[in-house]
């Protein structure tokens, strides 16, 4: 097991740098609902080399809007080995329901929450640039260190990253043997909600000269 370092000064992971927006990426998007983040990155020339989502509404929003864009279904079905080389960023939410201090919070016993794990195992399958997971706060304090289990998997780590004092930190940084791993929890809130909302935004990469910037 290793220990996560916390970031010593605000993170600087909010957004994307404009540098990385400029070279037109490629990304494949797994429970994709109705695509946030094709209407965040359409604007920048962002393509979307396929969806995967299972809900019969969202799917059928994908397929007006995006027919051009496969959907592939279910995102354990997917054989990321075809897909490496072929896209430069991975990007999903899975199902919130098993951390959110909303819920029974049973975490990685729970099937949806389950499925963090099995989108490290499609990242680690499909081996792009980047990788960013979109979860709710509460993925930081789950009594089974759910958080550290998706940390120590992106990073490449043989185990769980523990949280320095036992507590994970709403920013920090990990320095794995395959990706460096940065995350912040954001808030809408600068952006006009007023909803009491936020989300954990971890991001992988394995590039040695990422460019990161704060968001405004």
């Not at 983040?37 to 604007?43: D, F, G, I, L, Q």
């Not at 051009?68 to 490496?84: E, F, Q, S």
């Not at 320095?175 to 995350?183: E, L, S, Y």
């Amino acid at each position: 097991m290793q220990l996560a370092l916390p970031e010593p000064v605000p993170p600087a992971i909010g957004v994307i740098s404009r540098a990385l927006a400029a070279e037109g990426l490629v990304y494949g998007s797994v429970c994709s609902g109705i695509e946030a983040a094709t209407v965040a990155w359409e604007p920048l020339g962002w393509r979307p080399a396929f969806f995967a989502e299972i809900e019969p509404f969202p799917s059928a929003v994908l397929a007006h809007h995006y027919p051009y864009v496969p959907n592939l279904g279910d995102m354990t079905a997917i054989d990321g080995w075809a897909w490496r080389g072929k896209i430069d960023v991975l990007v999903g939410g899975t199902p919130c329901q098993a951390f959110s201090v909303a819920g029974l919070r049973k975490s990685l016993d729970d099937a949806r929450g389950n499925l963090a794990l099995k989108f490290v195992d499609l990242a680690n399958a499909i081996d792009p640039a980047y990788t960013i997971w979109e979860n709710v706060p509460g993925a930081l304090s789950t009594r089974d260190n759910a958080f550290g289990c998706l940390l120590g998997g992106l990073a490449g780590e043989d185990g769980p990253l523990l949280p320095p004092g036992g507590k994970w930190t709403d920013a920090g940084v990990v320095f794995g043997p395959t990706r460096t791993v940065a995350w912040r929890v954001a808030s809408p809130r600068p952006c006009g909600r007023c909803r009491p909302w936020a989300a954990t935004m971890p991001v992988a990469s394995w590039r040695s000269s990422t460019a990161w910037r704060c968001a405004d």
